[in-house]
Every structure is written in structure tokens, then in C-alpha cells.
């Protein structure tokens, strides 16, 4: 190979050589991590979006429980001989509009003298709080905090785990100093992690742990202790009093795929690359760089009119799980003046000024582009009421209008028109949603000025 060449041609050949093979082993190493980090990377977001639905889940059914139990415990303060007497007809009520309410009771005195559904829980019947140190803590709690104490999971009198809510019945409302006793609101803890689909999670070991109202941890009642002590991912479960823990160490399905695969691509790019390495590096950056290039704006830098309606394309595809978001349709008043009296370049600064607020003001997760000319669109994801967008809107005015932009010696004054539409869903055309915001946007610019200083 070397015949006839000298001895800095062989040295010179020698060196490319060990360049190429080290950038050939980079390059492969580079992209196979950056592979398997990705592919990692979206099996933990989707975990964590999961068990982000499991908590919502929990805090839904036992919230919504709790607070149809509450009317039951307020019939009981304003008359407790009434509540006694019809006990059957008003505890009947109540569930059945409860989801996960077992059976309820009344405990004058903290001693249980009505249960409703007798049938099953007769053994609960004259049990005195007083004679289970825990469960009595959990009625003394609720009497302190004079309000709903959501207690468990405990293990039942009769049988079984549950959640508990406790209500206070003091027979001095609203002085509550005279206290009567309390009632018991009994839900199924087994069923209500099963409808949260914790009981049925992929891709995580899931552990729960109540938190007291003192901010210590209790124990384990859920999955492992040591998931607690090095766990992946953290969520507190908010309660009506109090909260509970819930921890997560992920356990990925596809690791074996992954490392599979990882072998193929570290095999076949060392060899391609022993054929083909600088073009392919050179196309693919190539590529890389023009296709960002294409979807950001080059004065300002942020995404352009391409980048914004490919975005509401796919969050207005066809989906079982749309998410709502709120459009914000933002025209920058004057800018004529400012180009026509300053110059283009004041214009153009103008333009950079504005858009660098509007990044600076908005969520990490909100989406700013120029959409054209003076005009910017920003879209808010998971915004969809009207009074949250009017404080969006509010703070925007209000950190883009707070300055002047200070450009050769002029003060410009910058001034918005903000119009908005809301997607939840709904039927609607791109087009359509465009039109609602800019019409929107128009009739506010109406009662807006520009002004020169």
C-alpha cells in the first residue's frame, strides 16, 4: 500500500487514517447514544404523563366523594336527632350519588350508633373510637381542624381497607366549641385505585405513602418502602386535608429492544462509515441546518408562519385525548410610522424587541412566532378559559408596553393589539380559528395608540 511513496505521504496517510477511524467511532458513538437517550428520554415523558392521569385520578374520585359527603355531615350538625331519625333515607341519598362511599356513620360521643348499609357492617355497630388509639387520632384530628379529615388507608371494624373522611359535628355551629361527635365516611380504597389505573400501571413500580398534616411521612401502605428511598419520579397526591406520596421507579419495556438495536447501529454505521462518513455528515448537517432554517424567522429568530400552522395541524389532528389550547393573535400598532420616520432598521429592532418579550413572557411550554410582517401569533397550551387568558393577555400588555425601545436617540413606545380564540375540541378549521383571533385582535386595536417619543 505504502510502495513508492515517501515517507511523509505514508505518515501523512497513517495520520488521515486515525483521524477518520476516531471521527468514524465518534460520530457512530454519538448518534447510537443520542438514539438510545431519545428513545429512553420518550418512554420516561410517557410514564410520566401517565402517572400525572393516575394522581388527577386519585385526588378526582376522592375529592368528589368528600364533598357529596359533606352535606351529610351539615344535615347532622343543623338537627342530629332528625339526621338519627331518618338516617336511612338521608345516609340512602348519599349513596347513591357517591362513586366509591361504602357505607357512612354517625358515632355520637365517638361511639357508632348508625350505619348505612346495616347489611355487612352490623359489627361496626357500638364501636367506640376510643378502644383503636390510631382511628380515634384521626376523629381527634378532625375535631381540631373543625373540618373534614381524610384518614387511611385504615383497616375496618368490620372488615377490609379503606379511605375514611371524618366530619366533625360540634352542636354549637358555628361556635363549635360544644363538640357532638362525628361522622364517618367510608370509601373503597381498593376500588378507587383500581378506576385511577394505578393498580393496572405499565412501566413504573409505584409506591404511596401518606403524608400527616405536620409534614412527617407515614409508612408504606402501597408498593415498596425502598421505591421511596430512590425513586425516579416524585408526585404529591393533594387531598382535602393533608396529601399523599406517591413515587415512581421506572422499569422500561423496551430496554432489551434498545440494546438490541444499539448493536445494529454501532455494526453498520462503523461500516458505512469506512465508505461514506464525510458526505453523510455533510448531507445530514446539511439537512439538519436547512430544515431549522425553514421553520424559524430569520430577523428574529423564533418560529415563523410555517413552523405555527404545522403546530396547530397536529394539535388539532384527529386524537382519543385533545388537549385545549388558547391562540393569541398579537399586531404590532404603528409599525408603518416607525419604518416610514426611523427607517427599516428601526423597524427591524422593533420587531426583535417585541419578539424577545413575548419569549420572556410566556410558559416554556407556549409557542411565540412571527407569523408574518408585524404580526405574531402565540400559542397556550392547556389554556382554556377566558379569564385565564385575559390575565395572559393583561401580562403580556403589560411587559411589552412597560419600555420604550431606545434606537438612535428615538424612544419608540411599543403598542399591541391582542385578539385570541380558543380551541377545546371542537369542530374548526385552522383557517377558521385564525379568523376568530384576528377579528378579535381588530376590534381591541381599536381602542389602541401608537406613539412616538
Request: charged share 20%; glycine share 6%.
Amino acid at each position: 500500500m505504502f510502495s513508492g511513496s515517501s515517507p511523509i505521504e505514508k505518515f501523512l496517510f497513517m495520520l488521515l487514517t486515525a483521524i477518520f477511524v476516531a471521527a468514524s467511532v465518534f460520530v457512530v458513538n454519538t448518534v447510537t447514544d443520542f438514539f438510545v437517550e431519545l428513545e429512553i428520554s420518550n418512554e420516561k415523558e410517557s410514564i410520566h404523563q401517565n402517572l400525572a392521569l393516575v394522581r388527577s385520578n386519585i385526588e378526582a374520585g376522592i375529592y368528589k366523594d368528600t364533598y357529596l359527603a359533606d352535606s351529610l355531615a351539615t344535615v347532622v350538625s343543623i338537627d342530629p336527632d332528625f339526621a338519627k331519625e331518618n338516617w336511612t333515607i338521608i345516609a340512602g341519598k348519599l349513596l347513591g350519588k357517591a362513586r366509591y362511599v361504602r357505607n357512612v356513620g354517625i358515632a355520637p360521643d365517638n361511639v357508632i350508633t348508625h350505619v348505612y348499609p346495616l347489611e355487612g357492617n352490623e359489627a361496626a355497630v357500638g364501636f367506640d373510637f376510643r378502644t383503636r388509639p390510631e382511628q380515634y387520632k384521626t376523629v381527634m384530628f378532625a375535631k381540631e381542624l373543625q373540618s373534614v379529615y381524610i384518614a387511611g388507608p385504615v383497616e375496618l371494624v368490620q372488615g377490609g381497607v379503606a379511605i375514611i373522611a371524618r366530619y366533625p359535628i360540634f352542636s354549637d355551629y358555628p361556635t363549635n366549641g360544644d363538640y357532638w361527635g362525628s361522622v364517618s365516611v367510608v370509601m373503597d380504597y381498593e376500588e378507587i385505585l383500581d378506576d385511577s389505573g394505578l393498580s393496572t400501571f405499565e412501566g413504573a413500580e409505584i409506591s404511596l405513602r401518606k403524608q400527616r398534616l405536620d409534614g412527617s411521612t407515614g409508612p408504606v401502605f402501597y408498593g415498596k418502602a425502598g421505591t421511596f428511598g430512590d425513586s425516579d419520579l416524585e408526585f404529591p397526591i393533594n387531598l382535602p386535608t393533608g396529601k399523599l406520596l406517591l413515587a415512581a421507579n421506572f422499569q422500561l419495556r423496551n430496554i432489551e429492544q434498545i440494546q438490541f438495536t444499539e448493536a445494529v447501529v454501532r455494526s453498520i454505521g462503523g461500516f458505512v462509515a469506512l465508505i461514506c462518513y464525510f458526505s453523510v455528515v455533510l448531507l445530514y448537517r446539511s439537512y439538519k441546518n436547512a430544515h431549522k432554517d425553514s421553520l424559524h424567522d430569520e430577523l428574529t429568530r423564533i418560529p415563523n408562519r410555517r413552523f405555527i400552522i404545522t403546530l396547530l395541524e397536529r394539535l388539532m389532528a384527529p386524537a382519543d385525548n385533545k388537549q385545549p389550547f388558547a391562540l393569541l393573535y398579537i399586531d404590532l400598532n404603528g409599525f408603518k410610522l416607525v419604518n416610514d420616520n426611523l427607517g427599516h432598521e428601526a423597524g427591524d429592532e422593533l420587531l426583535k424587541y417585541v419578539a424577545s418579550r413575548l419569549v420572556d413572557t410566556v410558559r416554556v411550554s407556549d409557542t411565540v412566532s412571527r407569523f408574518g410582517g408585524d404580526e405574531f401569533m402565540v400559542v397556550l397550551r392547556g389554556v382554556s378559559r377566558q379569564e385565564q387568558i385575559k390575565k395572559i393577555v393583561k401580562h403580556i400588555y403589560q411587559s411589552v408596553e412597560s419600555d420604550s425601545l431606545v434606537w438612535c436617540g428615538n424612544q419608540i413606545q411599543p403598542s399591541l393589539s391582542i385578539g385570541y380564540s380558543i380551541y377545546h375540541g371542537q369542530d374548526i378549521s385552522i383557517q377558521q380559528l385564525l379568523a376568530n383571533a384576528d377579528r378579535y385582535m381588530y376590534e381591541q386595536k381599536k381602542k389602541l395608540k401608537y406613539l412616538i417619543k
